[in-house]
């Protein structure tokens, strides 16, 4: 499968830049996986597509303010950090910006001294290793000094930092936000437990390689990324119930999805409490153990979010919606619409 067979048209102006005032007003669009059949709603009206007895799953992590402004130590050059992956203690994989003037052993200064990093080493792709030193909690000092990371195509600054968090964020790891849950209210999730729709949560940490493009010609050469993943025994053991009892498994964005896709693969079929390093690749083809329907945004063209889409309600159904999505000018990517494939 060759990855020009997910381009699509998409105008520059359809991305979102900013999110609606109110999460739950954006648009939805409701894609029957088996038929192709589109329909439009709002979002908040998703109730109506969801039976007693379903179980939805959310990501429960939450971003990390980043993207951090400094200055080296001796030169007082302006430097801009971007945090991947805690290794161990204080030491962080970053991205540094300009990278070439950080060798190891230079010093960056954030909020005049608050923060200070060292630098312990440079890995293969550029990243470079950084020790933080610090007065406090370390991600107390982060939320004080530092931005959301959003992603390249958002050129606009977000006036709200919480608008890129989902209201039941709580695990703090994430370099980019689950974007499928941005629209959930408080409100909604109350009245989807009331119909008798369980919730179940599980956290996948999202990496920033989530945004990065398709280099290959041939989708099966693509190597993803590895994120950090977590199944807790009360969800593995809900969504087991849910499964014996003919209720559906719909995900709630491509990182639910993965995880769970991850956790059936490893252990025959079943969701079991899990966790560690995923780099699942999930392109057409693939055969889906644990989820039933998804909720998720509209993605990138070329992207392996959208071949993710494509293996679960097939290629044609998704190029068809995404080229009506486009017609009837619905909003793309992070602070964009949602779709549901059921």
Request: hydrophobic residues 40%.
């Amino acid at each position: 499968m060759k990855v020009e067979d997910f381009d699509f048209y998409l105008p520059e102006e359809l991305i979102a830049q900013t999110p609606l005032k109110e999460r739950a007003e954006s648009r939805l669009m409701v894609l029957d996986k088996e038929t192709g059949e589109i329909q439009h709603r709002i979002f908040k009206q998703i109730t109506e597509f969801l039976n007693p007895g379903d179980c939805l799953v959310l990501n429960d992590t939450r971003v990390l303010p980043a993207r951090l402004y400094g200055v080296k130590a001796d030169t007082g050059a302006k430097m801009e950090v971007l945090l991947l992956k805690q290794e161990e203690g204080d030491c962080w994989e970053t991205l540094v910006k300009p990278a070439k003037r950080i060798k190891e052993g230079s010093v960056i200064s954030f909020g005049d001294g608050r923060l200070t990093a060292t630098c312990t080493g440079i890995k293969d792709h550029g990243g470079r290793m950084l020790e933080f030193s610090y007065d406090g909690i370390f991600y107390e000092v982060l939320e004080e000094l530092g931005e959301m990371p959003l992603p390249p195509y958002i050129k606009e600054q977000l006036e709200e930092q919480d608008r890129y968090q989902t209201v039941y964020a709580k695990e703090r790891g994430s370099a980019a936000a689950p974007t499928a849950g941005l629209h959930f209210t408080e409100e909604l999730l109350q009245e989807i437990k009331e119909m008798g729709v369980h919730l179940a949560f599980i956290t996948l940490h999202v990496g920033l390689g989530t945004f990065r493009p398709v280099s290959a010609d041939k989708i099966e050469d693509h190597e993803m990324h590895s994120e950090f993943y977590q199944v807790s025994e009360e969800t593995a053991r809900l969504i087991e119930e849910v499964k014996q009892k003919g209720g559906r498994i719909i995900s709630v964005g491509t990182t639910s999805t993965r995880t769970l896709e991850t956790v059936a693969r490893d252990h025959g079929g079943q969701i079991t409490a899990a966790s560690g390093w995923t780099d699942i690749f999930i392109y057409p083809g693939f055969p889906f153990r644990a989820i039933d329907g998804m909720i998720t945004n509209f993605h990138l063209p070329k992207s392996t979010l959208i071949m993710l889409v494509s293996a679960l309600a097939g290629k044609q159904h998704v190029l068809n919606a995404y080229e009506e999505a486009v017609n009837k000018k619905y909003r793309f990517f992070s602070f964009g619409d949602a779709m549901l494939i059921q």
